[in-house]
């Protein structure tokens, strides 16, 4: 079992940054790649960005060039950059982990509220 702890959620106002973080309870080694998703009320969950075992990153169009999405290893942590924040970004933002057994394991979400 792969526990994922998130944080770093909050209030931001339009214009803004933050920077999620997600710590997963096992070596990098067992995992193959690291996503963010997000959902706002009434939505479905959307993938926001992805990073593979070997670094490639991949990006939902609704967040290319505001997001980044980085991993540091030794920590077993993604991170998630966010800049230039919208209000449409207002969500629950998720990460997701895929592990080298083939299996995925989400955290419990951290909010992001962005308010004018």
């Known amino acids: 079992q792969v526990q994922l702890v998130e944080s770093g959620g909050g209030l931001v106002q339009p214009g803004g940054s933050l920077r999620l973080s997600c710590a997963a309870s096992v070596s990098i080694f067992n995992i193959n790649a690291m996503r963010w998703y997000r959902q706002a009320p009434g939505n479905q969950r959307e993938f926001l960005a992805s990073?593979?075992?070997?670094?490639?990153?991949n990006y939902a169009d609704s967040v290319k060039g505001r997001f980044t999405i980085s991993r540091d290893n030794a920590k077993s942590t993604v991170y998630l950059q966010m800049s230039s924040l919208k209000p449409e970004d207002t969500a629950v933002y998720y990460c997701?982990?895929?592990?080298?057994?083939?299996?995925?394991?989400w955290g419990q979400g951290t909010p992001v509220t962005v308010f004018s």
């Open positions: 997701n982990v895929f592990t080298t057994s083939g299996r995925d394991y």
């Open positions: 990073i593979a075992s070997g670094g490639t990153t």
